[in-house]
């Protein structure tokens, strides 16, 4: 089967869905603190042919990574180039207990009054 384009729907949804070594790498950089590698590897996501932005939730395990080993700098970057946080981002904060990485949060945007999801009431309750 073949796009409009003449090519397979196969390389369509090569070029707009991240490779899993791209997600795999992702992961590992952030969860050891890799900044710099991080950075890099999602510039090469964004540079993909096409990278279709609902595709983004699949990069979102590299940030609760990097949450979960209160890799601030890397969780920072993250923030800066788009992510967004979530319950799954403020779960892990709030268990260790991580007063910087919470104010990582708050420093991009984060609305500690905020619900947290169905049923969760905010992180200050």
């Known amino acids: 089967m073949t ?3 003449g090519d397979s729907v196969s390389d369509d949804i090569t070029r707009t869905t991240p490779p899993t070594n791209i997600l795999d790498s992702l992961q590992e950089a952030c969860a050891h603190g ?3 590698e991080a950075k890099e590897i999602l510039d ?3 540079n993909m042919s096409n990278p279709v932005p609902r595709m983004a939730h699949l990069l979102h ?4 990574a990097a949450v979960r080993y209160d890799h601030l700098s890397t969780v920072s970057m993250m923030l800066d180039e788009g992510f967004r ?3 799954q981002e403020v779960r892990p904060a709030l268990a260790n207990r ?4 919470l104010q990582v949060f708050l420093d991009h945007g ?6 947290l999801g169905p049923s969760v009431a905010p992180a200050l309750t």
Do not use: C, D, F, G
């Open 3 to 5: 796009s409009s384009t």
């Open 98 to 101: 991580s007063m910087a990485m």
């Open 34 to 36: 890799r900044t710099e």
């Open 44 to 46: 090469r996501w964004k």
């Open 85 to 87: 946080v979530s319950y």
């Open 110 to 115: 984060w609305k500690i009054n905020q619900i």
């Open 61 to 64: 395990p590299a940030l609760q």
